[in-house]
Structure formats: structure tokens, C-alpha cells
């Protein structure tokens, strides 16, 4: 689950952020007592510590004499209530944002099935609100020209993959500009043996980490188990060198 903003991680950040304003707490020993004191039963549950250093990492918190919470966070600790979480828990995602966070916004909208299963689930306590969480987030950190870019990128590794199986003599197909549905980009062979072909684009700073779908995965896993010898689904990165600037 790494730093995501689960409920949990959420009102342990409130107590903390709530204690540096009512005590003048010292050091982290003094904050982590101060928070611990408060009358919730929760306190003695959270992960408290831990919390504390994703703050003072991020810099939503800082140590200037007394733990001093920053600007954005001192906003969210008066009342501990869901309004409040969600605020903190955007804070948090635009303080420590998780990997997948700038492949799940496509055409201005949250596509779920880019984000891991585990991850989903540590977040799905912000209900109706966290499409609109993570599309103001992923705006606020990369805007919508970068997804712009990215669309870019990936229609051209998929012309330049076409190009390559053309110039040995194939006959693709390139299914992804007819729909999403078939999990995959470019399609080659017969029904009798079909091979579908995915391709991931990237430049040096993200060809490291490839993300796929849900249903990319499926589709995957359904064809390469159709066939013995011969897998029906394929990988290809298409990796352009020169990053935009």
C-alpha cells in the first residue's frame, strides 16, 4: 500500500497535525505523546510514527524549533470529519503521489482499472469523491498537456510497430483504433491462430514500469493460455529517446 492515503493514515495525519496546534510540541517524542494523549480510541491504533515521518518528509510538516504543520495542512485541523480526511488525503497524494498516478487520468477521466487492486481498495473510502480527488490531483502535478503528450507518444509506437510488421511482410491489424475492448493494440494471423500485440510507449524516465489494465491482463493471460507453444499475446515497448522538453 506504500504512502497511500488510507482512512487510517488519514486521521492519524489529523491528530498530529491538530496536536501541533494545541501543544508546542519540541521534538517528535513531544508530538507523538501529544497525539497519543488525545481521547480517541482509536490513537493507540494508528500508525502514528509512521505518519509523522511521511509528514516531515514531504514537507507538510516541519521541525523550525517546534513541529510546525505547513499552510496547506494547517487548514485541515479543526474538525475530524470526512470533509476533512478527503482534504488531507489529496494532500497527501499530491505530496507523495503514487506511481500509477499519471497513467489513470485519460480524456479528463479516472480510469480504475490502471490503479492495483490493493491500491484501489486502501483508497475506495473516498466513495463518489475520488475520481474527482485524483483528476484534480494528476492536473495540479502534471496537467492536461502531459496527457496530451502521452496519447502522442503511445500513437506512435503503435505506427511505428505497424510500420515494422509491415516492412517484414505481415498484414496487422490495428484493432485500438476500432476499441479499447480487445485488450490489446495490434492484431496478426488467422482466427485459427491469432496473436494480439500490446504496445507500451515510453521515454528513459518511465520505460522502467510498464502499467496494464485489467482487462489487458485478462486478455493476457486468456491468450496465453489458449496456446501450448505458440503464445497469442505479446509485449512490445516502443521507447523514444529524446523526452519532450
Same mark, same amino acid.
Request: proline share 4%; net charge negative.
Given at each position: 500500500?506504500?504512502? =497511500?492515503?488510507? *482512512?487510517?493514515?488519514?486521521?492519524?495525519?489529523?491528530?498530529?497535525?491538530?496536536?501541533?496546534?494545541?501543544?508546542?510540541?519540541?521534538?517528535?517524542?513531544?508530538?507523538?505523546?501529544?497525539?497519543?494523549?488525545?481521547?480517541?480510541?482509536?490513537?493507540?491504533?494508528?500508525?502514528?510514527? $509512521?505518519?509523522?515521518?511521511?509528514?516531515?518528509?514531504?514537507?507538510?510538516?516541519?521541525?523550525?524549533?517546534?513541529?510546525? +504543520?505547513?499552510?496547506? =495542512?494547517?487548514?485541515?485541523?479543526?474538525?475530524?470529519?470526512? #470533509?476533512?480526511?478527503?482534504?488531507?488525503? *489529496?494532500?497527501?497524494?499530491?505530496?507523495?503521489?503514487?506511481?500509477?498516478?499519471?497513467?489513470?487520468?485519460?480524456?479528463?477521466?479516472?480510469?480504475?482499472?490502471?490503479?492495483?487492486?490493493?491500491?484501489?481498495?486502501?483508497?475506495?473510502?473516498?466513495?463518489?469523491? =475520488?475520481?474527482?480527488?485524483?483528476?484534480?490531483?494528476?492536473?495540479?502535478?502534471? $496537467?492536461?498537456?502531459?496527457?496530451?503528450?502521452?496519447?502522442?507518444?503511445?500513437?506512435?509506437?503503435?505506427?511505428?510497430?505497424?510500420? +515494422?510488421?509491415?516492412?517484414?511482410?505481415?498484414?496487422?491489424?490495428?484493432?485500438?483504433?476500432?476499441?479499447?475492448?480487445?485488450?490489446?493494440?495490434?492484431?496478426? $494471423?488467422?482466427?485459427?491462430? =491469432?496473436?494480439?500485440?500490446?504496445?507500451?510507449?515510453?521515454?528513459?524516465? #518511465?520505460?522502467?514500469?510498464?502499467?496494464?489494465?485489467?482487462?489487458?491482463?485478462?486478455?493476457?493471460?486468456?491468450?496465453?493460455? +489458449?496456446?501450448?507453444?505458440?503464445?497469442?499475446?505479446?509485449?512490445?515497448?516502443?521507447?523514444?529517446?529524446?523526452?519532450?522538453?
Amino acid at each position: 500500500m506504500r504512502d =497511500l492515503p488510507s *482512512r487510517g493514515r488519514c486521521h492519524a495525519a489529523f491528530l498530529l497535525v491538530y496536536s501541533a496546534r494545541v501543544r508546542q510540541c519540541a521534538d517528535l517524542e513531544a508530538w507523538l505523546s501529544a497525539a497519543l494523549s488525545k481521547p480517541t480510541q482509536q490513537a493507540a491504533s494508528l500508525d502514528l510514527p $509512521g505518519m509523522a515521518g511521511i509528514l516531515l518528509d514531504s514537507g507538510l510538516a516541519k521541525l523550525e524549533g517546534r513541529i510546525v +504543520a505547513g499552510r496547506e =495542512l494547517a487548514k485541515l485541523d479543526r474538525v475530524a470529519d470526512p #470533509t476533512t480526511f478527503k482534504g488531507i488525503a *489529496r494532500l497527501l497524494l499530491a505530496y507523495r503521489p503514487p506511481s500509477w498516478l499519471r497513467s489513470v487520468v485519460i480524456d479528463g477521466k479516472l480510469a480504475q482499472e490502471f490503479i492495483p487492486q490493493d491500491d484501489l481498495e486502501a483508497i475506495a473510502w473516498l466513495g463518489d469523491d =475520488l475520481e474527482r480527488i485524483i483528476v484534480a490531483v494528476h492536473n495540479q502535478l502534471y $496537467g492536461t498537456a502531459d496527457e496530451h503528450f502521452r496519447k502522442a507518444l503511445g500513437d506512435a509506437g503503435e505506427l511505428a510497430i505497424m510500420s +515494422a510488421y509491415r516492412g517484414q511482410g505481415n498484414h496487422p491489424r490495428h484493432v485500438s483504433l476500432v476499441s479499447d475492448r480487445f485488450g490489446y493494440d495490434i492484431e496478426l $494471423g488467422s482466427p485459427a491462430q =491469432l496473436h494480439g500485440v500490446e504496445v507500451k510507449s515510453a521515454v528513459p524516465a #518511465t520505460a522502467g514500469r510498464i502499467i496494464l489494465s485489467r482487462n489487458e491482463y485478462e486478455v493476457a493471460q486468456r491468450m496465453g493460455g +489458449a496456446m501450448e507453444d505458440d503464445p497469442g499475446h505479446l509485449f512490445l515497448q516502443s521507447r523514444c529517446d529524446k523526452e519532450r522538453h
